[in-house]
């Protein structure tokens, strides 16, 4: 069975129309549970992510993927690690499988404007008319080739997500040597895992392909602003060129990618949990462990060799990769810069970061490329 939605047009890449009644409708769809109503949206820097729970007061996290972001393929090579690192005891999250064992679904939502799929049309009220019930959202598993089953529109927008179980903890403050050990071990247990297998359809975290393509993204489409530009490109694609070889025959491998200490939770009994792998990349190991330091290499050298000590008890780490540390923290400002120009065109963007984009607001972060390059 196809269900549809009515829906206003949105901008691309947003969630401006992701309702609570879309996302609940979307999880009773594909899985054979019946929920509570109760949608508790929580905090995301790029996705959507929403707390549910079922009429017998189990709790999920349903994790709604930012339109346009991944390929369907990309998603998957992140299903298969978390399904991989559970598999290998590595306290992760892996997401649930519906009753055909697939872990990633869609949902198109087709808008009031136009009739939508082969076969229907919208009536004079607006509503779907055809193979559609209601005001269900249409519903279709994500395949490998990213095709649909059943009678899609080529040019319905459509929602990913997928479902997991809720499990919560406290943020983990390290603070004694110890701490910092159990932080480094669990980072290389990861790795152990991310070794075994390829993600070609992830990206690689490389200054020439990684940020210089956000570099061009952000001069192309004139998102830096004029008076800025020529200075923005200036700092970022000269010191792109000073690090790029610093990176050559440096081995990469699966990495969690985003690994600060926002994303490991303390859970009381077992012990820490990673979370949130939608930035999973392949990449250096020292990723991963530079963002659980408190500040820059040079000002944290205790953390960093307690860390370390906890990641040679599992994997090892070339110490040339320490040298990668600062060039890594440039690279990331202007991957920030670049995620967040593609939320721009959100509804709720204005309201929140009301002088984002402006001349002073890029001559702040020029001036912060300037002092980070210093360090590179």
Same mark, same amino acid.
């Given at each position: 069975?196809?269900?549809?939605?009515?829906?206003?047009?949105?901008?691309?890449?947003?969630?401006?129309?992701?309702?609570?009644?879309?996302?609940?409708?979307?999880?009773?769809?594909?899985?054979?549970?019946?929920?509570?109503?109760?949608?508790?949206?929580? !905090?995301?820097?790029?996705?959507?992510?929403?707390?549910?729970?079922?009429?017998?007061?189990?709790? +999920?996290?349903?994790?709604?993927?930012?339109?346009?972001?991944?390929?369907?393929?990309?998603?998957?090579?992140?299903?298969?690690?978390?399904?991989?690192?559970?598999?290998?005891?590595?306290?992760?999250?892996?997401?649930?499988?519906?009753?055909?064992?697939?872990?990633?679904?869609?949902?198109?939502?087709?808008?009031?404007?136009?009739?939508?799929?082969?076969?229907?049309?919208?009536?004079?009220?607006?509503?779907?008319?055809?193979? !559609?019930?209601?005001?269900?959202?249409?519903?279709?598993?994500?395949?490998?080739?990213?095709?649909?089953?059943?009678?899609?529109?080529?040019?319905?927008?459509?929602?990913?997500?997928?479902?997991?179980?809720?499990?919560?903890?406290?943020?983990?403050?390290?603070?004694?040597?110890?701490?910092?050990?159990?932080?480094?071990?669990?980072?290389?247990?990861?790795?152990?895992?991310?070794?075994?297998?390829?993600?070609?359809?992830?990206?690689?975290?490389?200054?020439?392909?990684?940020?210089?393509?956000?570099?061009?993204? +952000?001069?192309?489409?004139?998102?830096?602003?004029?008076?800025? !530009?020529?200075?923005?490109?200036?700092?970022?694609?000269?010191?792109?060129?000073?690090?790029?070889?610093?990176?050559?025959?440096?081995?990469?491998?699966?990495?969690?990618?985003?690994?600060?200490?926002?994303?490991?939770?303390?859970?009381?009994?077992?012990?820490?949990?990673?979370?949130?792998?939608?930035?999973? =990349?392949?990449?250096?190991?020292?990723?991963?462990?530079?963002?659980?330091?408190?500040?820059?290499?040079?000002?944290?050298?205790?953390?960093?060799? =307690?860390?370390?000590?906890?990641?040679?008890?599992?994997?090892?780490?070339?110490?040339?990769?320490?040298?990668?540390?600062?060039?890594?923290?440039?690279?990331?400002?202007?991957?920030?810069?670049?995620?967040?120009?593609?939320?721009?065109?959100?509804?709720?963007?204005?309201?929140?970061?009301?002088?984002?984009?402006?001349?002073?607001?890029?001559?702040?972060?020029?001036?912060?490329?300037?002092?980070?390059?210093?360090?590179?």
């Amino acid at each position: 069975m196809y269900y549809t939605i009515a829906r206003m047009m949105q901008a691309p890449g947003s969630f401006d129309t992701l309702t609570p009644h879309i996302v609940t409708a979307s999880v009773e769809a594909f899985f054979d549970l019946q929920l509570d109503g109760t949608v508790e949206r929580y !905090a995301s820097y790029v996705n959507r992510v929403y707390g549910l729970r079922t009429q017998e007061g189990d709790h +999920l996290v349903a994790k709604f993927y930012r339109p346009g972001r991944w390929s369907t393929e990309a998603i998957l090579e992140e299903h298969q690690l978390l399904q991989e690192l559970d598999d290998a005891e590595v306290p992760v999250v892996a997401p649930i499988a519906d009753s055909e064992g697939n872990t990633l679904l869609e949902v198109e939502l087709e808008p009031e404007e136009y009739g939508g799929g082969t076969g229907g049309g919208t009536g004079g009220d607006g509503q779907y008319v055809g193979d !559609a019930r209601g005001d269900d959202p249409y519903v279709g598993d994500a395949r490998g080739d990213g095709q649909y089953v059943g009678d899609a529109r080529e040019d319905a927008p459509l929602h990913r997500f997928a479902l997991f179980p809720r499990r919560g903890g406290r943020s983990f403050d390290a603070e004694s040597d110890d701490d910092w050990f159990r932080l480094g071990s669990i980072v290389a247990r990861l790795h152990l895992v991310g070794r075994r297998e390829a993600a070609p359809h992830r990206l690689t975290l490389d200054p020439v392909t990684w940020t210089g393509a956000y570099v061009k993204e +952000l001069l192309s489409e004139e998102i830096v602003h004029g008076d800025c !530009a020529a200075e923005f490109e200036e700092i970022a694609r000269g010191t792109i060129d000073r690090i790029a070889p610093l990176f050559q025959g440096v081995p990469v491998h699966r990495l969690h990618g985003d690994c600060h200490r926002g994303n490991i939770l303390d859970r009381p009994g077992e012990g820490l949990l990673l979370i949130d792998f939608d930035d999973m =990349m392949n990449g250096p190991a020292v990723q991963d462990l530079w963002l659980l330091l408190p500040d820059r290499a040079g000002e944290s050298r205790r953390e960093l060799v =307690m860390l370390l000590d906890g990641y040679r008890q599992f994997a090892t780490i070339g110490e040339g990769q320490l040298d990668l540390i600062e060039p890594l923290r440039f690279m990331r400002i202007i991957h920030f810069l670049a995620w967040r120009a593609r939320q721009r065109h959100d509804h709720w963007f204005a309201s929140e970061y009301p002088g984002w984009g402006d001349r002073a607001f890029w001559t702040k972060e020029i001036e912060d490329l300037r002092d980070q390059a210093r360090f590179v």
